[in-house]
T-cell receptor, first 110, second 115 residues
Framework: SQQGEEDPQALSIQEGENATMNCSYKTSINNLQWYRQNSGRGLVHLILIRSNEREKHSGRLRVTLDTSKKSSSLLITASRAADTASYFCATDADDYKLSFGAGTTVTVRA | DAGVIQSPRHEVTEMGQEVTLRCKPISGHDYLFWYRQTMMRGLELLIYFNNNVPIDDSGMPEDRFSAKMPNASFSTLKIQPSEPRDSAVYFC?????????????FGDGTRLSIL
């Protein structure tokens, strides 16, 4: 079963706008990761946030983690056409295997 | 770094045929994972290896599926006999750790269609 669930399922924005997607999970975690998948390609790791961290930045990406609410958010600022992709959160549970959510599909319109 | 390499990228075959998917992980990574991605079920972990040894195959759907890792630089996922419901994209990933404190590096997948 999936540990993480992304919301919304799909998002369409204009180039230059910000995109925010959320991930909720069920059980306590050690770390949470975000991945991007372009059409026809494999998943690419974006950012890892540890359970004792609240916020992390990487370029135009900002990830927050609220362990009390069992949720994380990924913000992409100043979006570009190349950001069009599906975004997945991944967490582990007691068995240490990564569990991926169903993903948020982001479309950036020119 | 060449990344994780999978072959073939696309495979179309008829029901009942044997299918073999191949993966070359990133050198130095001790963990190798096989995933299956479908619209209905998302990304599912099928099996993972540590130092060439299968550790957890609880995600392998049926006995028709088997995976091997004869050495640190090569793994195969075999389906015999194949069925239309096996149609999916199969990904191989490698990592220096099994859990979430290290990223997994994915290949570009094999898109499998069983007719």
């Amino acid at each position: 079963s999936q540990q993480g669930e992304e919301d919304p399922q799909a998002l369409s924005i204009q180039e230059g706008e910000n995109a925010t997607m959320n991930c909720s999970y069920k059980t306590s975690i050690n770390n949470l990761q975000w991945y991007r998948q372009n059409s026809g390609r494999g998943l690419v790791h974006l950012i890892l946030i540890r359970s004792n961290e609240r916020e992390k930045h990487s370029g135009r990406l900002r990830v927050t983690l609220d362990t009390s609410k069992k949720s994380s958010s990924l913000l992409i600022t100043a979006s570009r056409a190349a950001d069009t992709a599906s975004y997945f959160c991944a967490t582990d549970a007691d068995d240490y295997k990564l569990s991926f959510g169903a993903g948020t599909t982001v479309t950036v319109r020119a | 770094d060449a990344g994780v390499i999978q072959s073939p990228r696309h495979e179309v075959t008829e029901m009942g045929q044997e299918v073999t998917l191949r993966c070359k992980p990133i050198s130095g990574h001790d963990y190798l994972f096989w995933y299956r991605q479908t619209m209905m079920r998302g990304l599912e972990l099928l099996i993972y290896f540590n130092n060439n040894v299968p550790i957890d195959d609880s995600g392998m759907p049926e006995d028709r599926f088997s995976a091997k890792m004869p050495n640190a630089s090569f793994s195969t996922l075999k389906i015999q006999p194949s069925e239309p419901r096996d149609s999916a994209v199969y990904f191989c990933a490698s990592s220096s750790y099994r859990g979430s404190n290290q990223p997994q590096h994915f290949g570009d997948g094999t898109r499998l269609s069983i007719l």
